[in-house]
């Protein structure tokens, strides 16, 4: 059950990582078009910057950080 939960978690965890790339190449072809005068969507990057872009971060964060424990503790717990 454990091994099925960190399966999800890390399946879920690749997903997210390649949603927050996504969204920094369209944020630096955004500000790159910005800057030449081409409207690419920096706007929409900017609205979708709070609701979408920062909770992925986030569950990015947290959820490697939780991998990560739960790695450390059981090895932690197999070599005793």
């Excluded at 979708?48 to 991998?67: H, Q, T, Y």
Aim: no cysteine.
């Amino acid at each position: 059950m454990k091994e099925k939960l960190l399966n999800w978690l890390n399946l879920i965890l690749v997903a997210d990582v390649f949603l927050v790339l996504l969204g920094f190449g369209w944020f630096a072809v955004a500000v790159i078009g910005n800057a030449s005068g081409i409207n690419l969507g920096l706007d929409l990057w900017h609205k979708l910057w709070i609701p979408l872009f920062n909770p992925a971060i986030g569950i990015l964060m947290g959820g490697a950080l939780v991998s990560g424990i739960s790695s450390w503790v059981s090895k932690k717990f197999q070599q005793n």
